[in-house]
């Protein structure tokens, strides 16, 4: 099989895995490597349903000897297979990164034979990308569930991010839909990760040489709609999941059917929008000084598809409004609709120099389509004197004509072009060969239509810039 097919196959296979994103590690360029990596500077733009693009993002091999139920690649599929050698992603890494396509890698795979096999493979690509070739950027690698924690151990020396997906929400929905795998072996590696970066930070206080450990920190992410778990339930996981593992991220990823199963919800569409409430719920905790059990409850288990979760919140929380724009406290203004950090920063830094009112806060593009129900400038509201909870929900529901819609990267793309990029360019241009004079080869004009969006990255820095602007959420 040519390299070109095996790309088009295992990178469009790693596109439903979304466990990555901004790299969180900051590694100068040395003398006798090639590569650094930049915490802003791997997935500087994101789709709008967080998904990054700009890594090479592929899977070793999509040939799984697992059978979950969600997965297309799983063994029972009738699905093309493919699996790169070493050698081969060593050299599209190197390649795709010398000509910046990329800022790093993303490696994930299938199990092939074992989930030791399959580790020992992807530490074999770490190890020669890092000792042989001198790569200095960024390395994010799978840990397989279940692999020897000695292996683990190894990929934490070699990679800058490490991640376990977690997959399903509960340990019963673990068994129904991913038999394969336990829970166990899908908690041990990321509480032996956790212990490992908190052991070498310990050692760095007191040896600054001392070695790295996943510097960029762990990520997970779990399905969401292919079980029956409430976003209570995940919402209390992916809380529980930051505070005992310091998970950089837990990511959400709408369930996409693509297999016929009937332990399988019947869905026409991947719930996108779902995913994006509790996308919104992980920056409120994250950020934004609120807990999971502020958000929801077991009267109110799910989040309402039509308000964002600081609206429903604030809606439900008349007593702490309204918020007087110029005496309250930083965390009470971070509490307001249409109020976010940078805005809360501005009004707090602005108001040490004079009393402001709606007109400072439309210049500092404060939303007060949403924040006015909720504050008062010297004591007056902007314009609807004590709203009710009904009425502020009937003024900020959107309209029938322009429903809230979370995009969909791969429907926009299916529609649009059935396959990946990778495919419209020409292979020969694709890797264009050395000339005799060593001139380095040019970036190559893409090909593909203004809609469709690459999912492995894209070919020309002013292509990216405006499929950043696009996308920038
Ligand atoms: S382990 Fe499960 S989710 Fe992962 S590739 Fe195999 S079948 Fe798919």
Not at 95 to 123: C, H, K, Q, W
Not at 377 to 399: F, H, T
Request: aromatic share 8%.
């Amino acid at each position: 099989m040519q390299l070109l097919d095996k790309l088009t196959i295992l990178a469009d296979a790693a596109k439903y895995d979304v466990s990555c994103s901004s790299s969180g590690s900051t590694r100068k360029g040395e003398a006798g490597t090639i590569g650094s990596a930049a915490k802003s500077g791997i997935c500087h733009s994101f789709t709008a349903d967080g998904r990054c693009i700009s890594l090479l993002k592929i899977l070793m091999t999509n040939n799984c000897i697992y059978d979950c139920a969600y997965c297309l690649n799983r063994r029972s599929n009738d699905t093309p297979r493919a699996m790169f050698t070493i050698d081969e992603i060593v050299q599209l890494t190197m390649d795709f990164y010398r000509r910046n396509y990329i800022e790093g890698l993303f490696l994930s795979s299938a199990v092939i034979a074992s989930p030791d096999y399959t580790m020992e493979l992807l530490i074999q690509v770490a190890q020669k990308l890092r000792y042989k070739e001198k790569f200095h950027g960024y390395l994010h690698l799978k840990a397989i569930p279940g692999a020897n924690p000695a292996l683990i151990e190894q990929a934490g020396h070699l990679a800058d991010r490490l991640s376990i997906n977690l997959e399903l929400p509960s340990e019963q929905s673990l068994n129904l839909l991913a038999p394969d795998k336990t829970r166990t072996n899908l908690l041990l590696p990321m509480h032996q990760i956790h212990r490992g970066i908190l052991e070498r930070q310990q050692e760095r206080a007191l040896m600054k040489k001392a070695p790295l450990f996943v510097p960029a920190g762990q990520t997970t992410q779990m399905i969401v709609g292919a079980s029956g778990e409430s976003d209570l339930q995940i919402l209390r996981l992916s809380s529980a999941l930051y505070k005992k593992f310091s998970m950089k991220r837990v990511y959400f990823s709408a369930y996409v059917p693509l297999n016929t199963d009937s332990r399988l919800p019947q869905i026409a569409k991947p719930p996108m929008l779902r995913e994006n409430r509790l996308y919104q719920a992980d920056w409120l905790m994250r950020f934004y000084g609120f807990d999971a059990a502020e958000l929801l409850d077991e009267a109110n288990p799910n989040f309402d598809p039509d308000y964002d979760p600081k609206i429903i919140w604030a809606v439900r929380h008349p007593e702490v409004f309204p918020v007087e724009i110029n005496s309250a406290p930083y965390q009470q203004l971070l509490r307001v609709p249409g109020l976010g950090i940078r805005c809360a920063q501005r009004i707090v830094s602005a108001r040490r120099t004079g009393r402001l009112d709606f007109e400072d806060l439309i210049h500092m593009k404060v939303s007060l389509k949403r924040a006015q129900y909720f504050i008062t400038c010297k004591g007056k509201y902007y314009r609807i004197q004590n709203p009710e909870p009904d009425m502020i929900l009937r003024a900020l529901k959107p309209s029938a004509r322009s429903p809230y819609e979370q995009l969909n990267l791969f429907d926009d793309w299916q529609t649009v072009q059935p396959k990946t990029n990778i495919e419209l360019l020409d292979a020969d241009a694709y890797f264009p060969k050395q000339t005799a004079t060593g001139t380095a080869p040019q970036p190559i004009a893409c090909t593909r239509q203004a809609t469709c969006l690459p999912p492995v990255f894209s070919s020309s820095l002013s292509e990216r810039s405006r499929i950043d602007e696009r996308l920038s959420v």
